[in-house]
């Protein structure tokens, strides 16, 4: 059990490579309740949730699992660097649920795990019994984007662990002004790994490469039937305050397609909100309750 609240998980993807995970809580079983599995942003790790999966393992005894995609964290990185792809994620996802023996869970997806949901919906939607969409929908704003481009693609970084959360909260405090020195602390711990004692983004640098391409013009994809496809399940969005990803205007589209859907705006915090925090861990609560009570 890795740090007395987690076990730690390798298995392969369908096509050889090692990928990592982390279990919290009871394991999932046909006995248990409903798990929740979670998924990370683009260039994002298991080590995001590590807060909120233990929080929700804790106070609910629910099995939580946060994964590593390919390339991330504790997983293999890919010598092919054109398997970086949506498409080859959801695969992956869907192998670890067959590792673990899930058929069917509570999906919490963070941008990049939010797309992976829609491709999840089409792809094995038995899969899915709820899912949390964190910052992420349909119609993805192109500023936000260009943002995590520039931000990606830049080749600065913190010089030592002492300077690494001025570093970020010098990037992102304006997005998230709710921010605690501690809670700046916890994110350069999930973002970075240790490298002789430097802090080093803890993901292939391959995964940003795209990105490079993006202007203004780009046409992004739409991704609107995917999305009604999830009006067959229960589902909430939450939507950073200052998000420049996910607009207003597509969250009210959203409530107006999806028959049940809830939103939540989680206050001073931009692109992608963190859970854990009071607020959208409440609404979370709330959402799971429903879900228990409807059952």
């Known amino acids: ?12 993807s369908s096509d050889g490579l090692l990928l990592y995970a982390r279990s919290y809580g009871p394991p999932p079983s046909p006995s248990a309740e409903t798990p ?42 890919d010598t092919d660097k054109s398997r970086y792809t949506v498409a080859v994620e959801t ?19 963070t941008s990049r795990g939010g797309l992976i949901l829609h491709q999840l919906i089409d792809r094995a939607p038995s899969l899915i019994a709820a899912v949390v969409l964190n910052d992420i929908g349909p119609v ?17 970084a913190p010089a030592s662990w002492a300077k690494a959360s001025a570093y970020l909260k010098t990037l992102h405090g304006g997005d998230f002004p709710i921010l605690s020195d ?4 916890d994110m350069a711990k999930a973002i970075y790994r240790d490298d002789d004692g430097v802090p080093v983004a803890d993901f292939d640098p391959a995964i940003a490469l795209p990105l490079r391409g993006l202007t203004p013009e780009t046409p992004l994809p739409d991704l609107w039937k995917s999305f009604d496809a999830l009006n067959q399940v229960p589902l ?20 107006r397609r999806h028959n049940a859907m809830t939103a939540f705006i ?13 607020g959208p861990r409440d609404a979370i609560t709330a959402f799971l309750n429903d879900l228990a009570r409807s059952r």
């Open 140 to 156: 993805i704003e192109i500023g936000g984007l260009l943002a995590i481009r520039d931000y990606l693609n830049s080749s600065a």
């Open 91 to 109: 695969g992956d996802v869907i192998t670890a649920c067959t590792y673990f023996n899930v058929e069917k869970a509570i999906f919490i997806g």
């Open 266 to 278: 989680a206050p001073g915090q931009g692109h992608a909100p963190l859970l854990h925090l009071d």
């Open 182 to 185: 501690r809670d700046w602390s």
């Open 236 to 255: 909430i969005v939450v939507r950073g305050e200052h998000s420049r990803l996910l607009s207003e205007t597509t969250v009210r589209e959203m409530r």
């Open 1 to 12: 059990m890795g740090q007395g609240t987690y076990r730690e998980h390798y298995f392969h």
């Open 36 to 77: 929740i599995i979670c998924l990370p942003g683009l260039t994002r790790n298991s080590r995001d949730f590590h807060q909120f999966a233990r929080f929700l393992s804790t106070s609910r005894g629910l099995p939580v699992i946060t994964l590593d995609y390919r390339g991330r964290g504790n997983s293999e990185r």
